[in-house]
């Protein structure tokens, strides 16, 4: 069945196995299963509703509205949310059923289920067993890190995106066991590498894209077992020693020559169509033993599954941004996992869920409708108690009523989120500007520094080009992002890493430096085209107009081996 976009206008395809899907997902109430049909919006369009609701970025100040304390939230300030700080939140002495309704049936059920989030105490960060890291988002069994996101089992990292199992390492996105690393895009297994994107298993390299099991490389594409290789030519270790020295590395002159070089070199260099590995029968972009999966990106251990993202463990779901480990029979959630089971458009339920819908912050919870902030409940709808049969008959009653709203089936708007459009992460992967954002009815924050209590503030381009002649007083001082004009500071342990690894002092704001490392991989979009070499018709996230020579997996290995 071909559907037309009810937002995008672009044409779409239910297949008989989408509607098997939602009729396995569908909810059976009273022995009548409630069926849930088809989605209005395109699979791109419904990925920006539900990554609108999630906010992976920005942290804010803000007052406990349990405690009155001072407060790190992904929620700032005016935002009219009760928001108690992650420990209070945990704590017995508050009763998220205090907060408990009964939905009227005339009006919109998801405005009403929007109105108990904003009621109900949230947690200010979405994190849980963190020591000493204070500035971290949705984030676990981490230690000492700042300003970390998407980071699990991690130790003194900053300013990482979905990063895990990872040691001293700063500016990196996408990667597992890194240590020692610095601007790394979608490395794993990597020791002392900076500058480096899709590499595996390499150590002491630097400026170096799409290398795997190499060591002591500098400026190179491509390469496979190597070590003492200096633009793709191989030299002797001595030579290598030598010709590196010259490199200036802790200057930041020598850096953006050196960035520039390796985007020439990217240019000349072959790319595989899509990047993955272990997979059997799947389309998407950064998959990893997966299996029978459709457009699916940054997935692993995914199997039978179909337009999901971030997702680490699962089977039978569709529509799912993070995180499962594991999830099965999910349909439209975000920040699910930990033993999901037939969740269905719910956000940041965990561990052990199963049978909720439009379920929100719920926690060990099953058979629930509508709920916020519940832990190990069951028969609960609008935070209310029922037994099975009143849950079963009121829970159908709701839902007869959504699907006259022509709700039932549907996530919750962008407008319900509580967060602005462009601090959430529908903005990191369907950017839009202010005025297309505000046309749309969304909404838009402009991004709140406050101005740091420094000495002195300096312009990036007047920060010391060589790391030697950065002074300590600089911790002092705000520098003024070269792009953004935003002022940001220098941290400690920061500065220490940099002098360490002899790498020059960064110029531009951590924000936008995250958006520069955002910007270097491919959307998630798959393309038909051919390959460069064998003409074969494949799927890629690289679009037909790309500069890059894209190659099928067969050309592309026989390329790089
Ligand atoms: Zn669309
Ligand atoms: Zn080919």
Redesign the pocket.
């Known amino acids: 069945m071909q559907k037309t ?1 009810a ?2 206008l ?1 044409s779409f395809e239910i297949t008989e196995d989408d509607l098997a899907f939602y009729d396995k997902a569908s909810p059976v109430l009273q022995g009548k299963t409630h069926t849930v049909p088809p989605p209005k ?2 699979p ?2 419904r990925a920006q509703r539900r990554q609108s609701h999630f906010n992976y970025e920005f942290l804010y100040r803000r007052n406990s509205d349990k405690t009155g304390k001072s407060i790190v939230s992904s929620l700032s300030a005016e935002k009219p949310y009760t928001v108690y700080e992650q420990s209070e939140w945990w704590k017995d002495d508050w009763d998220p059923m205090e907060y408990g309704r009964e939905f009227a049936e005339n009006t919109s059920i998801l405005n009403q289920i929007a109105g108990l989030q904003q009621d109900v105490p949230t947690m200010s960060l979405v994190t849980d067993c963190n020591e000493n890291s204070e500035y971290v988002q949705y984030s676990g069994w981490d230690k000492n890190c700042y300003l970390c996101f998407c980071t699990d089992y991690s130790e003194d990292c900053m300013y990482t995106h979905s990063i895990y199992y990872s040691k001293n390492t700063l500016d990196c996105f996408m990667g597992n066991t890194l240590e020692l690393c610095y601007e790394c895009v979608y490395c794993n297994e990597c020791y002392r590498v900076f500058h480096a994107q899709n590499c595996h298993n390499c150590s002491e390299c630097r400026f170096v894209l799409d290398c795997q099991n190499c060591t002591d490389c500098f400026g190179c594409v491509g390469l496979r077992n190597k070590q003492y290789c200096m633009f793709n030519e191989q030299l002797e270790k001595q030579e290598y020693r030598k010709r590196l020295k010259e490199y200036k590395t802790a200057h930041h002159s020598v850096r953006t020559t050196m960035e520039s070089a390796l985007g020439t070199l990217k240019d000349t260099h072959a790319c595989k169509a899509t990047i993955g590995l272990h997979n059997e029968d799947c389309t998407g972009d950064y998959l990893f033993h997966c299996k029978d999966c459709t457009e699916c990106y940054d997935c692993s251990e995914l199997r039978d599954s179909k337009y999901c993202n971030s997702m680490r463990g699962g089977n039978d779901c569709y529509d799912i941004s993070h995180w499962g480990h594991p999830a099965e029979l999910c349909l439209e959630c975000g920040g699910v996992g930990e033993g999901a089971n037939k969740l269905l458009f719910c956000n940041c339920c965990w561990p052990n869920c199963s049978d909720l819908l439009y379920c929100s912050f719920c926690i060990s919870c099953r058979n629930c409708f509508g709920c916020v902030g519940l832990r190990n409940k069951q028969y609960c709808i609008g935070n209310k108690q029922y037994d099975k049969e009143t849950y079963d008959a009121l829970a159908s009653t709701i839902i007869t009523a959504m699907v006259q709203q022509g709700e039932w089936g549907e996530y919750f708007p962008v407008t319900a989120s509580p967060y602005a459009y462009n601090e959430s992460v529908a903005q990191k992967y369907y950017p839009l500007s202010k005025e297309e954002i505000l046309k749309r009815g969304w909404s838009w924050k402009e991004p709140e520094d406050n101005i740091p209590d420094v000495t002195k503030t300096i312009a990036g381009s007047m920060v010391p080009d060589a790391l030697e002649d950065i002074p300590d007083d600089i911790l002092n001082w705000a520098v003024v992002c070269e792009v953004t004009r935003r002022p940001f500071k220098i941290l400690k342990q920061e500065l220490q890493f940099y002098r360490d690894m002899q790498l020059p002092v960064p110029r531009i704001h951590p924000d936008e430096r995250v958006r520069i490392r955002m910007m270097k991989r491919n959307p998630r979009k798959l393309f038909e085209r051919t390959c460069d070499t064998c003409d074969r018709e494949l799927q890629s996230t690289y679009a037909p107009g790309r500069p890059e020579t894209v190659f099928c997996e067969e050309c592309y290995l026989a390329e790089v081996y």
């Open positions: 976009c937002q995008c672009a919006l395109c791109a369009c």
